[in-house]
């Protein structure tokens, strides 16, 4: 038995004014066939996955390439279609194959491709022949479009959000690949949209619950999967949007039932998903109050600024905010400004400076801000630690304004996801009163555990916190809460 595996990933927010060119691929994750370092990766788990299982499970691996660059805008079409190929030839090579498996995100968009994953999903199918088994990894932050639900056998979503289950998704995806092509399941998919634009955060209730009911459903009355696709609120084609995804083994119409009985509890769920968003001088208020006498950080997120959706993540918003208040005792990060970071490399750790942070990029940037700050460390190819694994932030600074505001500078844009972001660039996260962190839910898992509350902001990021205020054109009509009149209703 031969199976290929791939991955290509980026989540695209088509209302980010900077294009995501192959530079960015090329500085983040292009690793070719035998360069997939050896921990797994949130973008490529069901890739690594299935390189490890390869000799347990008795079957050739053949690798292909693995591609990822950090959330941004439009995908250039010459960079889509480079990698497309690229990934595709690798296949064409491997053949005779039974399966493939792919870890996509499963949100990109390039100039002239608005279903990038179905694009490529659809050149897999002609490649790799009729016969042959396509399993398919997601984020749950994907546009579950019907084209690419037709073309693959087998889609299994992340759970999580924070998507701590990444390895545990991509063992299920091979359980049932492999199952698939020793004939012993007949996979049938059922989608329900649900005809919302929203976010869905796991670690609290209500969505909790939801998740660990239909983790209670797999495995029972020929249930083999079932994934939610959040969609991404930023990301503008067609079929945006939240859908339900059941995969029964040879159960059509009760995968049917099933989607449609799921999706109605997500339906019922608009409006809650979310915990509440306060304005940022709000934030920090609240965030002091409770700060007051407590041993642990209180964590505000800037959830309007954060990478992780596409946003530049140098918003000096809150870095001002907490100067003008001389606030001692508080830290925000990771604030991208590769300009910076080399002035500060320049000057050396120890060295005290003025610097111009943040502020650059786009319009939702905000102004820079002038500050007098001391170095406190420098580090080449700095990393944090999300769910066991390192997640790059490239090289990166710690600074201490002189009004006691600890800030951490990034070469490339990455969002809060350990709390070591800080202690590795000479930041103590537990000896500060209030964390600021660029995410909007990914640093819960690992930040919620060392604070004493954990608050969400909203603000002029670029990042829209109401997706109304997002100037959509492709996206499907009606839908929530763009419309009040969307209609729920099955896909497939
Ligand atoms: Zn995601």
Redesign the pocket.
């Given at each position: 038995m031969r199976i290929f595996a791939a991955a290509l990933n980026h989540?695209t927010n088509t209302f980010s004014p900077m294009v995501t060119g192959w530079r960015g691929f090329e500085q983040q994750i292009a690793w070719r066939p035998g360069e997939h370092p050896p921990q797994a990766n949130l973008n490529t788990a069901a890739f690594w996955v299935a390189r490890r299982r390869a000799a347990v499970d008795g079957y050739t691996f053949v690798p292909g390439s693995c591609f990822w660059a950090a959330p941004g805008g439009t995908v250039t079409r010459a960079a889509f279609e480079r990698m497309r190929d690229e990934i595709l030839a690798q296949l064409q090579a491997a053949l005779p194959v039974q399966g493939v498996v792919l870890a996509l995100h499963g949100a990109m968009v390039a100039d002239g491709y608005d279903d990038c994953e179905g694009n490529l999903l659809a050149h897999v199918r002609r490649i790799a022949g009729p016969a042959a088994v396509i399993g398919v990894g997601l984020?749950?932050?994907c546009h579950l479009t019907r084209a690419r639900c037709e073309v693959a056998d087998l889609l299994v979503l992340f759970k999580e959000?924070p998507?701590t289950d990444f390895v545990e998704r991509g063992e299920e995806l091979l359980d049932l690949v492999l199952a698939q092509i020793r004939g012993a399941i007949r996979p049938l998919k059922s989608v329900w949209d649900c005809r919302m634009i929203a976010s869905f955060p796991t670690s609290h209730a209500p969505v909790r619950d939801l998740v660990d009911r239909i983790k209670a459903l797999e495995g029972h009355d020929g249930v083999l999967s079932i994934s939610i696709a959040h969609g991404f609120p930023s990301g503008d084609v067609a079929d945006s949007g939240t859908r339900v995804l059941v995969i029964t083994d040879d159960a059509k119409p009760r995968g049917d039932a099933l989607a449609r009985q799921i999706g109605e509890q997500v339906v019922a769920l608009r409006g809650h998903t979310e915990p509440a968003l306060l304005e940022p001088a709000d934030a920090l208020d609240e965030a002091l109050r409770i700060a007051e006498g407590a041993s642990r950080p209180v964590i505000i997120a800037d959830t309007s600024d954060n990478p992780g959706g596409g946003a530049p993540a140098d918003n000096t918003d809150f870095v001002r905010l907490l100067m003008q208040r001389g606030v001692h005792g508080a830290a925000v990060g990771p604030l991208f400004d590769p300009v910076a970071v080399q002035l500060a490399f320049d000057a050396g750790a120890g060295a005290h400076l003025r610097l111009r942070l943040g502020g650059k990029l786009c319009w939702a940037s905000g102004q820079p801000v002038d500050a007098e700050v001391q170095v406190l460390a420098c580090v080449r190819q700095a990393q944090q630690t999300f769910a066991g694994t390192p997640v790059p932030l490239g090289d990166a600074v710690g600074l201490r304004t002189a009004e006691g505001v600890g800030v951490v500078l990034s070469s490339s844009a990455h969002q809060a996801m350990g709390p070591d972001l800080f202690a590795n660039l000479g930041i103590d996260p537990t000896r500060e009163r209030v964390l600021v962190v660029k995410s909007k839910q990914h640093f819960q898992a690992a930040f919620e555990p060392i604070s004493q509350a954990v608050l969400y902001a909203t603000g002029n990021g670029l990042l829209a916190t109401d997706c109304r205020r997002y100037p959509w054109r492709k996206v499907r009509r009606p839908i929530w809460p763009l419309d009040e009149a969307a209609v729920p209703g099955p896909v497939m």
């Amino acid at each position: 038995m031969r199976i290929f595996a791939a991955a290509l990933n980026h989540e695209t927010n088509t209302f980010s004014p900077m294009v995501t060119g192959w530079r960015g691929f090329e500085q983040q994750i292009a690793w070719r066939p035998g360069e997939h370092p050896p921990q797994a990766n949130l973008n490529t788990a069901a890739f690594w996955v299935a390189r490890r299982r390869a000799a347990v499970d008795g079957y050739t691996f053949v690798p292909g390439s693995c591609f990822w660059a950090a959330p941004g805008g439009t995908v250039t079409r010459a960079a889509f279609e480079r990698m497309r190929d690229e990934i595709l030839a690798q296949l064409q090579a491997a053949l005779p194959v039974q399966g493939v498996v792919l870890a996509l995100h499963g949100a990109m968009v390039a100039d002239g491709y608005d279903d990038c994953e179905g694009n490529l999903l659809a050149h897999v199918r002609r490649i790799a022949g009729p016969a042959a088994v396509i399993g398919v990894g997601l984020d749950p932050h994907c546009h579950l479009t019907r084209a690419r639900c037709e073309v693959a056998d087998l889609l299994v979503l992340f759970k999580e959000y924070p998507h701590t289950d990444f390895v545990e998704r991509g063992e299920e995806l091979l359980d049932l690949v492999l199952a698939q092509i020793r004939g012993a399941i007949r996979p049938l998919k059922s989608v329900w949209d649900c005809r919302m634009i929203a976010s869905f955060p796991t670690s609290h209730a209500p969505v909790r619950d939801l998740v660990d009911r239909i983790k209670a459903l797999e495995g029972h009355d020929g249930v083999l999967s079932i994934s939610i696709a959040h969609g991404f609120p930023s990301g503008d084609v067609a079929d945006s949007g939240t859908r339900v995804l059941v995969i029964t083994d040879d159960a059509k119409p009760r995968g049917d039932a099933l989607a449609r009985q799921i999706g109605e509890q997500v339906v019922a769920l608009r409006g809650h998903t979310e915990p509440a968003l306060l304005e940022p001088a709000d934030a920090l208020d609240e965030a002091l109050r409770i700060a007051e006498g407590a041993s642990r950080p209180v964590i505000i997120a800037d959830t309007s600024d954060n990478p992780g959706g596409g946003a530049p993540a140098d918003n000096t918003d809150f870095v001002r905010l907490l100067m003008q208040r001389g606030v001692h005792g508080a830290a925000v990060g990771p604030l991208f400004d590769p300009v910076a970071v080399q002035l500060a490399f320049d000057a050396g750790a120890g060295a005290h400076l003025r610097l111009r942070l943040g502020g650059k990029l786009c319009w939702a940037s905000g102004q820079p801000v002038d500050a007098e700050v001391q170095v406190l460390a420098c580090v080449r190819q700095a990393q944090q630690t999300f769910a066991g694994t390192p997640v790059p932030l490239g090289d990166a600074v710690g600074l201490r304004t002189a009004e006691g505001v600890g800030v951490v500078l990034s070469s490339s844009a990455h969002q809060a996801m350990g709390p070591d972001l800080f202690a590795n660039l000479g930041i103590d996260p537990t000896r500060e009163r209030v964390l600021v962190v660029k995410s909007k839910q990914h640093f819960q898992a690992a930040f919620e555990p060392i604070s004493q509350a954990v608050l969400y902001a909203t603000g002029n990021g670029l990042l829209a916190t109401d997706c109304r205020r997002y100037p959509w054109r492709k996206v499907r009509r009606p839908i929530w809460p763009l419309d009040e009149a969307a209609v729920p209703g099955p896909v497939m």
